[in-house]
């Protein structure tokens, strides 16, 4: 069985900073990886997803994660964070043979002016 | 296009009530998923269904029931509600095909609220 872990419940950045988000992941097959966005009392949005192929995956507003099997993580990256960047974010996994989809505990982000 | 509706928003029940939240996809996706959102444990699964006809258990699925009543309509029942089970449920739905590469789209959510 897949399943991920996100390190820190809670990032606090500046506006124009880097925003980093981590999640590892544990599979005993080659898994699929997302990224999801939560914005307050709305479902949850698709940030990118990585399949196979490229291991450095590009999503919407600007973020982007990197898929390494090495060390078995997922992180998350924006180069310089913006207000509307604050919200909830997911990792989640799924297996190739498997329909689950399993999520992180998720990461808060606020974005002090 | 809708996408995932899910109904009611809210709701507030007493303990030992019954009800069904209800979901509904139009995007003809074969997968269909209810989870529960607590704080600070992210969303757990409790039940999915990989396509019409088949349901399986998920993380949390005990005080639960579900109906895959057909491709587009995925139900949760809960028979008899405890206050633990106060929580924002969410149904998402992947596909077409095999989903496992797809990404899940998700309803706006239920409030629930057991007294």
């Known amino acids: 069985a897949q399943s991920v872990t996100q390190l820190g419940s809670h990032v606090s950045v500046s506006e124009g900073a880097l925003v980093l988000l981590r999640c590892n992941y544990s599979?005993?097959?080659?898994?699929?990886l997302f990224w999801y966005v939560q914005y307050p009392n709305q479902g949850l949005q698709l940030l990118l997803k990585y399949t196979t192929g490229a291991t450095l995956v590009k999503g919407i507003n600007g973020f982007e994660a990197e898929f390494k099997k090495s060390e078995t993580s997922f992180h998350l990256t924006k180069p310089s964070a913006h207000m509307s960047d604050a919200a909830e974010y997911f990792c989640a996994v799924s297996g190739f043979d498997d329909y689950k989809l399993s999520f992180g505990a998720g990461t808060t982000v606020t974005v002090r002016a | 296009n809708a996408g995932v509706t899910q109904t009611p928003k809210f709701q507030v029940l007493k303990t030992g009530q019954s009800m069904t939240l209800q979901c509904a996809q139009d995007?003809?996706?074969?997968?269909m998923y209810w989870y529960r959102q607590d704080p600070g444990m992210g969303l757990r699964l409790i039940y999915y269904s990989a396509s019409e006809g088949t349901t399986d258990k998920g993380e949390v699925p005990n005080g639960y029931n579900v109906s895959r009543l057909n491709k587009r309509e995925f139900s949760l029942r809960l028979e008899s509600a405890a206050p633990s089970q106060t929580s924002v449920y969410f149904c998402?739905?992947?596909?077409?095909?095999?989903?496992?590469?797809?990404?899940?789209?998700f309803g706006q959510g239920t409030r629930l609220t057991v007294v």
């Open positions: 995007m003809n996706h074969n997968s």
């Open positions: 998402a739905s992947r596909g077409p095909g095999a989903p496992m590469n797809t990404e899940a789209f």
């Open positions: 599979s005993s097959v080659p898994p699929y």
